[in-house]
């Protein structure tokens, strides 16, 4: 199974369990790593969206760009959020 498509499965667990403080650093570590630019970043955090709308939102746009993003976006995951990454038990 590729990353993409893991990252597909995670999807509903992490969009309840994730929290905003770790959306936005994963926003900021995303643009960083240049998998999310600065329209997308934008985008998710100018719209007044609940929390769960942005987390959506994020992992869908990571989760179309491929398994090197959707790679990236678990890294950077398990570096702000060990217990959410580790309830999502990826297979990385």
């Known amino acids: 199974m590729s990353t993409a498509q893991q990252l597909h499965g995670l999807r509903t667990k992490f969009i309840e ?3 905003k403080a770790v959306l936005d650093q994963l926003m900021d570590d995303l643009l960083e790593d240049m998998v999310l630019n600065d329209g997308e ?3 998710i955090k100018e719209n007044n969206m ?3 709308d942005k987390a959506r ?3 869908d ?3 179309r760009k491929g398994n090197t993003a959707s790679e990236k976006f678990l890294i950077r995951l398990q570096e702000r959020d060990k217990n959410v990454y580790s309830e999502l038990n990826p297979q990385v």
């Open 61 to 63: 746009s990571v989760r």
């Open 41 to 43: 970043i934008e985008e």
């Open 50 to 52: 609940l929390r769960a």
């Open 57 to 59: 939102q994020l992992i």
């Open 17 to 19: 369990k994730v929290s």
